[in-house]
Structures are given as structure tokens and as C-alpha cells.
Nanobody
Framework: VQLVESGGGLVQPGGSLILSCAAS????????MKWYRQAPGKARELVGC????????NYADPVKGRFTISRDNDKNTVYLKMNSLKHEDTGVYYC????????WGQGTQVTVSS
């Protein structure tokens, strides 16, 4: 199982980013996928999740209405589109398979700062 996150960076408050997670080593289209984040000094928290076919998504309250998860099963990739970014969105973002929860990628750093 391999998960490779990318797309992070430095962005101003109110800005946008799109993160990607390329998955391999498992049946991607058979697995619901999740995005997590970890802010400095805090525990990792769930950002949201998407069903296997991509027909349903759920989000944590702090990101509802601002973040959107999507997936492309042909490319074995899940995305996290983040709009209206806030300082408190700063952290390392990780994707995770609901079928292989013990496997993590290296994450991608998102820093929201003016």
C-alpha cells in the first residue's frame, strides 16, 4: 500500500489549494478514502471522506462548505479542494484508505499565512 500526497504549499488566508493523493498497492476503487490533517502540537483529525464510487462525501464541521473531496478511480487518485483557507487550516494533510487504515503517506504541508 502506497499513498503519496502532493499539492501543499504556502497560501494567504482566503486562498485556495488542491491536494492530490496517488494510491497504489490495493484495490483503490473498492476502498472509501479519507483525508486527515495534523496541526502543530495537535492530534491528527479527520477532515472528510468519500465513498468508493465517489457518490457521497462527509466533512468535519470546521471545513464544511469550504473543502470538497473528489476521486478519479481511473487514476487511483483522491483530491481535496480547499477554498477560503484560514490560519487554522495549517497543518500536514494525509490521505488514508478506509480498508488499509494503518498505512499512511508522508503527507503534504499546508501553511496558511499572510
Amino acid at each position: 500500500v502506497q499513498l503519496v500526497e502532493s499539492g501543499g504549499g504556502l497560501v494567504q488566508p482566503g486562498g485556495s489549494l488542491i491536494l492530490s493523493c496517488a494510491a497504489s498497492g490495493f484495490a483503490f476503487m473498492r476502498s472509501a478514502m479519507k483525508w486527515y490533517r495534523q496541526a502543530p502540537g495537535k492530534a491528527r483529525e479527520l477532515v472528510g471522506c468519500i465513498t468508493r464510487a465517489g457518490s457521497n462525501t462527509n466533512y468535519a464541521d470546521p471545513v464544511k462548505g469550504r473543502f470538497t473531496i473528489s476521486r478519479d478511480n481511473d487514476k487511483n487518485t483522491v483530491y481535496l479542494k480547499m477554498n477560503s483557507l484560514k490560519h487554522e487550516d495549517t497543518g500536514v494533510y494525509y490521505c488514508n484508505s478506509a480498508s488499509w487504515e494503518n498505512y499512511w503517506g508522508q503527507g503534504t504541508q499546508v501553511t496558511v499565512s499572510s
